[in-house]
C-alpha cells in the first residue's frame, strides 16, 4: 500500500528534518513536508531520486490555521497520510532571568503548541485508517534540565512533548496508532547555534559516551525505525538519540 510521511521541519539544509524526510523517501515512503520556509527544491530533489511523490506546503506550525490548511493541501496530492515526524522547532540560549514573555511564548507556541496543532490535524486522518505512526522530536535538555544551547522554555516545551507522547500513546492506540519520541543530545546541526568552534565541540564531547558528536542522519534513523512495522509494539517510548549524554 503506498503511505505519505508528514515530515515538519524539512527545508533546512543541514537539520534533522531533511535527513528524515530523505531517508524515508529511500524507504519508499511518499513525503509531504511542512515548514515555514518553502521546501519545494528538497521535494523536487527527493521526487526525481527516489521514485515516490513528495510535495511541500508552507505552513507557520505556532498557526493552527495555517497548519490545518497545509495539510489539508498535502492530502489532496499524496498517498493516504500514516506517518507524521514532528521535528519543527527553534533554540533559545536567551538565561532565565533574562527572558521575556514574548520569547517564552515563542517558543512554547512553535515547540510544543506546533506539535499539538500538526498531530492534532494528522491524527484526524489516521483515525479514518485506522493505522499511523507518530514520531515527535523532544531533547535530552527536557530530562536534564537544561544543559544544552538552549534554555528553559525549550527545556519546558521538551518535556511537555514526552507528556503529550505518552498521553496521546493512550488515546490513539485503539485506533492502530503509536506514538513515540526521539530525545537527542548535541547533533551537528544549524540549531546548536551556528558553527561549532573546535573548543566547544570538544567540550560537548567530553560530556558524552561515544567520541562524536551526533549528525543528523543519527536521529533520522531513531525516527525511521519508529515509524517502521519492526517498531509495531513501541509507544509512548522516547528514545534518546544521544551518545549516552542522558543515562537513565
Known amino acids: 500500500m503506498s503511505r505519505t510521511a508528514v515530515v515538519t521541519g524539512a527545508a533546512s539544509p543541514r537539520g534533522i528534518g531533511?535527513?528524515?524526510a530523505v531517508l524515508l523517501?529511500?524507504?519508499?515512503?511518499?513525503i509531504g513536508i511542512l515548514d515555514i520556509e518553502p521546501g519545494h527544491a528538497l521535494a523536487q530533489e527527493i521526487t526525481e531520486k527516489h521514485d515516490v511523490?513528495?510535495?511541500?506546503?508552507?505552513?507557520?506550525?505556532?498557526?493552527e490555521a495555517q497548519v490545518r490548511a497545509a495539510i489539508d493541501e498535502l492530502e489532496a496530492y499524496l498517498p493516504p497520510l500514516a506517518a507524521l515526524a514532528n521535528i519543527a522547532g527553534v533554540s533559545s540560549p536567551v538565561p532565565y532571568l533574562e527572558l521575556t514573555s514574548d520569547e517564552w511564548h515563542r517558543v512554547i507556541n512553535i515547540n510544543l503548541n506546533g506539535v499539538h496543532y500538526v498531530t492534532r490535524r494528522v491524527a484526524e486522518s489516521m483515525v479514518r485508517h485506522n493505522y499511523g505512526r507518530i514520531v515527535s522530536v523532544s531533547s535530552t535538555s527536557a530530562q536534564l534540565g537544561g544543559g544544552t544551547y538552549s534554555k528553559t522554555p525549550y527545556s519546558v516545551a521538551k518535556a511537555g512533548v514526552i507528556g503529550l507522547t505518552r498521553a496521546l500513546a493512550r488515546e490513539l492506540g485503539p485506533y492502530g496508532i503509536t506514538v513515540n519520541a526521539v530525545a537527542p543530545g548535541p547533533i551537528d546541526t544549524d540549531i546548536m547555534g551556528g558553527p561549532l568552534t573546535p573548543a566547544r565541540r570538544a567540550s560537548l564531547i567530553n560530556d558524552l559516551v561515544v567520541t562524536r558528536l551526533g549528525q543528523p542522519q543519527d536521529v533520522a534513523t531513531a525516527i525511521a525505525f519508529l515509524m517502521s512495522e519492526d517498531s509495531a509494539y513501541i509507544t509512548g517510548h522516547t528514545l534518546n538519540t544521544d551518545g549516552g549524554l542522558y543515562m537513565h
Do not use: L, P
Not at 523517501?25 to 511518499?30: F, K
Not at 511523490?53 to 498557526?63: E, G
Open 18 to 20: 531533511r535527513a528524515t
Open 53 to 63: 511523490k513528495a510535495i511541500a506546503v508552507t505552513a507557520d506550525v505556532s498557526d
Open 25 to 30: 523517501a529511500e524507504q519508499g515512503w511518499n
